[in-house]
C-alpha cells in the first residue's frame, strides 16, 4: 500500500506537487495518470525518497521508504529504464542493484529468464532495442521479489506485443496480492490495466477511485436521434426527457434508447438515427484535466472521495 | 541487507563491468613506465638516476587514476544508475563510502605498481646506477606511491560527487593537474609560495619527486617535511570526499 498526504514538493519557483492525498491499495493496479508536467515522475521521486517533499508525507506498506531496511525487497520501481550505463552487460546491471541489497545472484537468473531476457544476459545494454531495456528495468523492479511496484510509463515506446505483456505481467503482480502502481499519459491503455485511478492535473489530485467509476461518472451518457417528423418528436419528448435539438438532430438525456424509439414509434415519428452517445474516455479525460487547469485550487469533493 | 560488506561488492560489480575500468588501468600504468624507461634511458646529468627520480613520471599515472575515478562516479549521475543506488540504499551515505573504499583500493594497488613499476623498470634501464632500495626515504618514493594513489583516488570521488557530471569534472581535474598547478609557478613573486602549497605538487614531495621541478623553478626551501606533505595532500583530498558526500546526500537525486 502506498499512501500519500498532502504531499507538496517545489523547485524553485514551480510547485510540481501541491497537497497530494492519495491512496494506492494492495492487491490492486492503481493507474496514476495525468498529462505530461502533471507531476507524476516527481510523485514517483518523492515515493522513493529520492526527492525530499516541502511538505506532507509519503509511506510505502506504513513506512517511510528511507527507513526502510532493504528497500528493493519492499519497493520495486522503474522510474526510468535508462537508469543503466550502457557499456554494462544486462546481468552485471543486476547483479550488483542486487548486491547492495543481499540478493543473491540465484534471483539475477531468475529474473532474467521472467523478463525473457536470459539469452542477452551478457550482451552491453547499449545493444540492447527499447523493449529490451524496459525489460531490463522491469527485471530489477523484480529482484527484491516485493510487495509494492512503481512503473513510470512502462509501456512508451513498446510494441503492441510488448504492451500486452506488461499490461499481462501487471495484472499478474496485482493478482498475488501486491501494490502496483504505474504511471501513464495515455488513458487507453490505463484503462485497459487499471482497476483502481489517481488523476493529478499541474501537481493536484482531480480523481481517485475505481477506474469503473471514473469511466461512467465521466462518459457522457445521451441519444443522438434524426428525423424528419421534428414536430411529432418533439410532443412526444416533452415531458418525458431533457433534450437539445438542431437541424432534425435530437440529443436527449435521461432516456435510453429503446424507451426513445417507442415513444417516437407511438407518435409516428419515422427514425432517421437512433444511437446512444457513449462519450470517449480519452475526451472525458481531457475535460477533467482541462477543468483542473482552469480551476487548478478546487478537486472536487466527489472526486477526493 | 545493505551491509558494509554487499555494498562493497556492488560497487566492486560497478566498477569491473566496464571497460572504462582497464582502459584507464593500462594507461596508467603504461604512460608512466614508458616515460621512466625514456628518461632513464634517454636524459643527460640533468636528471640524475636516484631512487626518488624513478617516480619524476608517476604524476601522468596519478593523472589517469584521477580520471577513473571521476568517471566511476560521475558517471553514476550521467546514466542514473546514482538513482538506482539510492533507491538500493536511501541513506546514501553508506553507498558513497563504499564507492571511495573501492575505487581507493583500485588507486593503493594500480600506486604499488606503478611505483615499483616505475623503480625495477629505471633499474632495468641503468643497470649501473646505484638505485638499492636502502633509506627510509628510497621506500617511501616506491611505496608511499600507493598512498599517494589512494588519496588521488578520494579526490577524484569527491571532486565528481561535488560536480556530478562527467564532462564537468573531468574538465576542472585535467586542468587542474595539466595546466593551474604548473601556470600558477610563474606568477611574478607569490607564485612561487603558491606553488609549494599546491596538492599534487605536495605529493610529488612527499615521494620525493618534486626534485625536478625544484632547481630550475628556484622554489624556496620546503615548508613541510615529506610526511607534513602527505598529511596536507590527504587533508584536501578527504577534504573533497567529505564535502562531496555532504552535498549529495542532501540533495535532491
Known amino acids: ?305 | 541487507m545493505t551491509t558494509p560488506t554487499n555494498l562493497l561488492r556492488a560497487e566492486r560489480i560497478k566498477l569491473f563491468s566496464t571497460r572504462a575500468l582497464w582502459w584507464c588501468l593500462a594507461i596508467a600504468l603504461v604512460a608512466p613506465l614508458a616515460f621512466t624507461a625514456l628518461f632513464f634511458a634517454l636524459a643527460g646529468p640533468e636528471i640524475p638516476p636516484t631512487v626518488g627520480n624513478t617516480q619524476l613520471a608517476s604524476g601522468n599515472g596519478r593523472t589517469v587514476l584521477l580520471v577513473l575515478a571521476v568517471l566511476a562516479t560521475a558517471s553514476e549521475f550521467n546514466w542514473g544508475t546514482m538513482r538506482l543506488t539510492f533507491q538500493a540504499v536511501p541513506s546514501r551515505v553508506p553507498a558513497l563510502l563504499a564507492k571511495v573504499v573501492v575505487v581507493g583500493a583500485v588507486g593503493t594497488v594500480l600506486g604499488l605498481v606503478v611505483g615499483f613499476g616505475s623503480w625495477g623498470l629505471a633499474a632495468l634501464v641503468q643497470p649501473d646506477a646505484d638505485l638499492a632500495l636502502q633509506s627510509a626515504a628510497d621506500w617511501r618514493s616506491v611505496l608511499g606511491q600507493s598512498l599517494v594513489f589512494l588519496f588521488t583516488a578520494v579526490a577524484g570521488v569527491g571532486v565528481a560527487l561535488l560536480l556530478r557530471s562527467v564532462a564537468f569534472a573531468l574538465t576542472v581535474v585535467l586542468v587542474w593537474t595539466q595546466v593551474l598547478e604548473g601556470v600558477l609557478v610563474f606568477i611574478p613573486g607569490v607564485g612561487r609560495h603558491i606553488y609549494q602549497w599546491m596538492p599534487f605538487h605536495a605529493a610529488d614531495e612527499f615521494v620525493g619527486a618534486a626534485g625536478f621541478a625544484t632547481g630550475p623553478l628556484q622554489l624556496p626551501s620546503a615548508p613541510l617535511g615529506p610526511w607534513g606533505y602527505l598529511g596536507y595532500f590527504a587533508a584536501i583530498t578527504v577534504a573533497l570526499f567529505v564535502a562531496g558526500v555532504l552535498v549529495t546526500a542532501r540533495r535532491d537525486a
Open chain 1, 1 to 305: 500500500m502506498i499512501e500519500a498526504n498532502a504531499l507538496t514538493k517545489r523547485y524553485g519557483a514551480t510547485t510540481a506537487v501541491s497537497e497530494l492525498t492519495f491512496t494506492a491499495r494492495s492487491g490492486r493496479v492503481t493507474g496514476f495518470l495525468g498529462p505530461n508536467g502533471a507531476g507524476k515522475s516527481t510523485t514517483m521521486r518523492l515515493i522513493l525518497g529520492l526527492d525530499r517533499p516541502d511538505a506532507g508525507t509519503v509511506l510505502v506498506d506504513g513506512v517511510p521508504y528511507r527507513q526502510l531496511k532493504d528497500p528493493l525487497r519492499t519497493v520495486g520501481a522503474m522510474l526510468d529504464a535508462t537508469w543503466r550505463h550502457p557499456g554494462r552487460s544486462g546481468r552485471d546491471h543486476l547483479r550488483w542493484l542486487a548486491a547492495t541489497n543481499g540478493i543473491p545472484d540465484k534471483r539475477v537468473e531468475e529474473v532474467l529468464a521472467l523478463v525473457g531476457l536470459t539469452s542477452v544476459g551478457n550482451t552491453r545494454v547499449l545493444q540492447y532495442s527499447l523493449g529490451m531495456q524496459q525489460r531490463l528495468g522491469i527485471a530489477a523492479a523484480m529482484l527484491g521479489d516485493p510487495r509494492v511496484l512503481l512503473f513510470d510509463e512502462p509501456v512508451n515506446g513498446l510494441d503492441p506485443e510488448g504492451m500486452a505483456w506488461i499490461r499481462q505481467l501487471l495484472h499478474s503482480l496485482a493478482a498475488e496480492g501486491r501494490t502496483v502502481f504505474v504511471s501513464s499519459h495515455l488513458l487507453p491503455e490505463m484503462a485497459q490495466t487499471a482497476q483502481d485511478l489517481v488523476v493529478i492535473g499541474r501537481g493536484r489530485l482531480i480523481y481517485q477511485g475505481t477506474m469503473a467509476d471514473f469511466v461512467a461518472r465521466t462518459s457522457e451518457h445521451g441519444v443522438r436521434v434524426r428525423t424528419p417528423h421534428t414536430d411529432q418528436l418533439r410532443t412526444a419528448l416533452a415531458g418525458q426527457a431533457e433534450f437539445t435539438e438542431a437541424d432534425g438532430v435530437f440529443v436527449v438525456s435521461g432516456l435510453d434508447s429503446d424507451r426513445i424509439g417507442q415513444l417516437a414509434f407511438d407518435a409516428g415519428a419515422t427514425l432517421h438515427e437512433l444511437s446512444p452517445i457513449t462519450g470517449s474516455l480519452e475526451q472525458a479525460y481531457l475535460d477533467l484535466t482541462r477543468d483542473a487547469v482552469e480551476f487548478p485550487a478546487a478537486p472536487s469533493p466527489e472526486a477526493a472521495q
